[in-house]
């Protein structure tokens, strides 16, 4: 299968095959700290090699900007998909499926979603919270590199997932320009101008 468009839309009722892996990836960098290494230790964050630019440059500019964002989740396959799901359901049962998406269910395996983290003067930190100076700066600017914040705050019962501040998705700049400008969620955008 070839890599799916950029505008794929992705979610609960919109699922890939749980074999679905995007063949044009590069590893976005080295990191080791990303929150799967309980799962995977050498486990790298990878994304389709048309995403690369524009987050590179993005990464760039808010490093400029005093803002020390990294990539610590991108690409996940359906069966990593189910061992972190598997993984939470041990830890907190059934909340778990209020958390993380059902293998099929995640942007991550489009190879178009990224989780970014924080590391400044050595210390990592995966947990951004909204207010937090990076979480700010990435909903004000990632629209300009063509991400979108994927899953807002009070949108909650469109995305159906909850609010993740630190979750962007790849969908180009005109998509992003749009989204970010009319304050609507990726569904309502494909809803008003793709499903039709």
Do not use: C
């Amino acid at each position: 299968m070839d890599d799916l468009s950029i505008d794929v839309l992705v979610n609960k009722e919109n699922m890939l095959s749980i074999d679905y892996i995007p063949k044009n990836m590069y590893i976005v960098d080295n990191n080791e700290n990303n929150f799967h290494n309980y799962l995977i230790d050498n486990i790298k964050p990878m994304l389709r090699m048309e995403v690369k630019p524009y987050i590179e440059k993005l990464i760039h500019d808010a490093n400029n900007n005093g803002i020390n964002i990294i990539v610590d989740s991108a690409f996940r396959s359906g069966n990593y998909q189910q061992m972190i799901l598997d993984k939470l359901i041990s830890e907190k049962g059934n909340e778990a499926y209020k958390l993380i998406a059902l293998p099929g269910a995640s942007e991550h395996q489009t190879g178009l979603a990224v989780d970014f983290a924080i590391y400044e003067n050595g210390i990592y930190n995966d947990d951004i919270k909204e207010d937090d100076k990076e979480a700010i700066w990435l909903k004000d600017n990632a629209w300009k590199y063509g991400f979108i914040l994927r899953y807002p705050k009070g949108k909650e019962d469109i995305t159906g997932f909850n609010f993740e501040p630190w979750h962007y998705r790849y969908v180009g700049k005109e998509i992003a320009k749009y989204v970010y400008e009319n304050n609507i969620t990726f569904e309502e955008y494909y809803a008003y101008f793709i499903e039709k």
